[in-house]
């Protein structure tokens, strides 16, 4: 008898998907009991989710389940599309459209932090502390992610941060499980304290709570129109600047830092250097060019530019209005990112580090053909399909950006709306230049459509596009359904 094996995955996909919804419905249900002024919407959204979580986890258990490596490319893909409709589904009954709720909430589950909504100082806070939830969840949910599934898959050249985060001596991140556990803690305990650094800097308790989460998540919502720059203390600016880079750092590095004393990490050394020139650079340029004191200017320029590259979103000031060279920049330090194996989105600091070393490399060899150099990271040779991972990965994010800047074109948008909101959505950054999607505006002028391509676009760039884009090949349904042989 023929059995196929991609239905018989199918069934610990549709588990999975059904515990996720569970979750959800299990913490809009926290959201309901902490807070009254919204609890019917959250209670009834809860019920719904929890409801279907669980007649999806009854229909597809099975005694023996388990997860071969073409399954994580669907578990993982429809984990998070699920995740965020579970956490539109109460945005949609507080009275958002279908297709805001879907992008507020695939913007929070994929930490972008692109909103919608206006109006948030009067916006009730069970809705707040709930935007603020999906980005802490989506920020933990990435981390472990990008360590436990993408190396396997090897996507984007991520089987070499496995044996960064691995070494043989590291028994903490040999399982899954254990590592998933010992994020978890590192995440909550740099949550707990950044909460503690804002009660202390004048922050009441709901906003330093929710503002510890979409910070260290590297999110960005605020519970205000101003975002960041609602709180006026140059105290909190400074420390929120700290611990977005802190959010922005492998939590894995923390990990071994704290179980082995390793404090050393190549990609963590050529993030914050490049984050120091860069912010040097700004900052003297604007105090030429403004009448702003230095360490005002030190202060903005450090604040925002540190937001963009670890791709938070926060913003204290319109920086697009201090010139067209800040615009560019701003431009282009959105496609930067974080650390691999962060809650940060964009191309990671451990691509951009390799693939600079890849074209030296390359100059190296064509100046002397007798000369051959290897490419190194860590003191180690890197392996000739983790440099293709890499090159490959960054080909595509830029002819996805390339395609999905001629989609919203077509959609209506002008050029630097299209362009910029593109590779927002993709870096999961959040703000875009230009007045339409800048730091001083948000999303809710556009269309459906283009709401609803923006959404997608986060999605990939939170999933690093391949571990998507292999969905909609054919070679790859015809491998994960081919018909075979029970074992007997």
């Not at 994020?183 to 909550?188: A, E, G, I, K, R």
């Not at 190549?266 to 604007?286: F, P, R």
Request: with cysteine.
């Amino acid at each position: 008898m023929v059995r196929s094996v991609g239905v018989q995955a199918m069934h610990f996909v549709i588990f999975v998907n059904g515990a996720v919804l569970i979750f959800f419905g299990g913490a809009m249900a926290l959201d309901a009991l902490v807070f009254h002024a919204t609890y019917r919407i959250f209670l009834i959204g809860a019920l719904l989710t929890a409801f279907g979580g669980a007649l999806l986890t009854i229909v597809s258990h099975r005694p023996q389940m388990k997860m071969e490596r073409l399954d994580a490319f669907v578990m993982t893909s429809s984990v998070w599309m699920t995740a965020a409709i579970a956490g539109a589904v109460p945005l949609f009954l507080w009275g958002m459209t279908p297709a805001d709720a879907f992008f507020e909430a695939m913007s929070g589950i994929t930490t972008t932090g692109s909103t919608v909504m206006s109006g948030l100082d009067r916006t009730p806070r069970g809705i707040i502390f709930w935007r603020a939830l999906l980005q802490a969840v989506g920020g933990v949910g990435f981390v472990v992610t990008a360590i436990a599934v993408l190396p396997v898959l090897k996507v984007g050249g991520m089987q070499l941060f496995r044996t960064e985060s691995s070494d043989k001596g590291d028994k903490e991140l040999r399982n899954a499980a254990v590592f998933a556990s010992a994020t978890l803690q590192v995440y909550l305990g740099l949550i707990a304290v950044c909460a503690l650094v804002y009660l202390a800097g004048g922050m009441n308790t709901f906003d330093a709570v929710t503002h510890a989460m979409t910070t260290l998540s590297t999110g960005g919502y605020s519970g205000y129109d101003a975002s960041f720059g609602h709180f006026q203390s140059p105290f909190l600016q400074w420390a929120c600047t700290g611990f977005m880079v802190l959010g922005a750092l492998p939590f894995a590095w923390y990990i071994r830092m704290i179980n082995r004393g390793v404090f050393y990490s190549e990609q963590v050394a050529a993030m914050l250097w490049c984050l120091a020139v860069v912010i040097l650079i700004l900052s003297a340029w604007l105090t030429a060019t403004s009448h702003l004191a230095p360490l005002d200017a030190l202060r903005m320029v450090a604040f925002n530019v540190v937001s963009v590259v670890t791709t938070t979103g926060y913003a204290t000031t319109d920086y697009t209005l201090w010139g067209p060279f800040f615009v560019m920049a701003f431009f282009f330090l959105t496609a930067v990112g974080g650390c691999t194996g962060s809650t940060s989105g964009g191309g990671k600091a451990m691509r951009w580090l390799l693939a600079w070393r890849a074209v030296a490399s390359k100059i190296a060899n064509l100046q002397s053909r007798n000369r051959v150099t290897r490419i190194r990271f860590r003191g180690q040779p890197v392996e000739e399909d983790v440099l293709n991972g890499v090159v490959v990965f960054l080909v595509f994010y830029f002819a996805t950006f390339l395609a999905l800047t001629i989609v919203l074109a077509l959609l209506g948008l002008d050029l630097e709306t299209a362009t910029s909101g593109a590779l927002t959505a993709l870096a999961n950054v959040g703000p875009g230049v230009g007045k339409v999607i800048g730091p001083a505006g948000n999303f809710s002028g556009l269309s459906d459509a283009v709401k609803s391509v923006l959404a997608f676009g986060m999605y990939l760039g939170r999933l690093e596009m391949l571990t998507v884009l292999v969905l909609f090949t054919p070679v790859f349904w015809r491998e994960y359904m081919v018909p075979a042989w029970p074992m007997r």
